[in-house]
């Protein structure tokens, strides 16, 4: 697999995502298939409601034309893109369930657990037995590791369910989750391009890259299409899944910092109301705090991405000393 291979996936998924878009909006449109919006979130978010929603279909159909028509169909690639889609197809049993009983609340929380479970038994079981990964939980970059044995599953579990959940609490801007990832998923393609025997694993990155910033085109403020628990799921399930096939597991905690953050202030704001009855932020995920101190919705958005990137550049900053 060549550079070049890889920049044609990444163009190839980001033109399908934009020569689509158009009519993939207007068929959503047609069928008013919109979004629902919460009333306890921000006042302004109420306009939004009936916006297209589900646009991870589009998302991750730009993805897979050109990975699989570029792609060696390697085991690793393979069980990524299956996470990725597994994960994806959760999202959008909760989207349909959102607009067929016109809510905004989808299958409940333990049933995505169950799911996320399932699909992380099977990653660890193609992790193991197909590829041959050890049980190990690689401390980079230092030179040491935890064997972790019948434990590791579990490991996979959290880290699955942290990012998938991670992506989306964050998707809660127009473009903010989008951008985010595709930050992320660019530090993943030049980590996997510049590993030797990961090239196929590049070119997947490169396509989700690509399908992200095409998928921006539309999804920018003010956003055309939502991508959805569809889309949001499905992505934190790739970024989950490239973190367990290059034992990235501790460094995902840096590189994917910007979802940390979002994960950790609903988390933070939960407990000090549970335990103290008091809030930290004025809503939780925190970019609605930054929306109630009257930032602008661009303002927040591109400073999240800032952060999004100065955490992924430091993760492969980090990634790249454990390699030397």
Request: charged residues 10%; neutral net charge.
């Amino acid at each position: 697999m060549t550079l070049g291979e890889v920049l044609i996936g990444a163009m190839g998924s980001l033109l399908i995502c934009v020569f689509l878009g158009p009519k993939f909006v207007a068929y959503l449109r047609t069928k008013e298939f919109g979004q629902q919006i919460r009333q306890e979130g921000p006042a302004g978010h109420h306009g939004k409601a009936g916006t297209p929603t589900m646009g991870g279909l589009l998302l991750f159909l730009s993805v897979g034309v050109p990975f699989l028509i570029l792609g060696s169909y390697d085991a690793v690639s393979l069980a990524v893109f299956g996470t990725a889609v597994a994960t994806a197809a959760v999202g959008f049993v909760d989207d349909w369930t959102k607009i067929s009983k016109k809510r905004s609340l989808g299958v409940s929380a333990r049933q995505k657990l169950i799911a996320q479970a399932l699909i992380a038994v099977a990653l660890w079981y193609v992790a193991t037995q197909h590829v041959g990964l050890p049980d190990t939980l690689e401390l980079r970059p230092f030179d040491a590791s935890i064997d972790l044995g019948i434990f590791y599953p579990a490991l996979i579990f959290l880290v699955l369910a942290g990012a998938s959940n991670g992506v989306n609490l964050t998707d809660g801007l127009d473009g903010l989750a989008a951008g985010c990832a595709a930050i992320v998923l660019f530090a993943y393609t030049a980590m996997t391009f510049i590993t030797r025997g990961q090239e196929d694993l590049a070119l997947l990155c490169a396509c989700l890259v690509g399908a992200c910033v095409g998928f921006l085109w539309f999804n920018s403020f003010p956003a055309g299409i939502f991508m959805g628990d569809t889309g949001s799921l499905g992505l934190g399930g790739a970024i989950a899944a490239l973190a367990v096939m290059t034992k990235t597991e501790i460094l995902l905690v840096m590189i994917g910092g910007i979802f940390v953050i979002e994960a950790l202030s609903v988390a933070i704001q939960v407990f000090a109301f549970q335990r103290f009855r008091r809030r930290v932020f004025l809503m939780a995920p925190v970019h609605h705090h930054f929306e109630l101190l009257a930032w602008s919705e661009t303002k927040i958005i591109l400073r999240f991405w800032i952060v999004a990137a100065i955490c992924s550049a430091i993760g492969f900053t980090l990634y790249q000393q454990s390699l030397s």
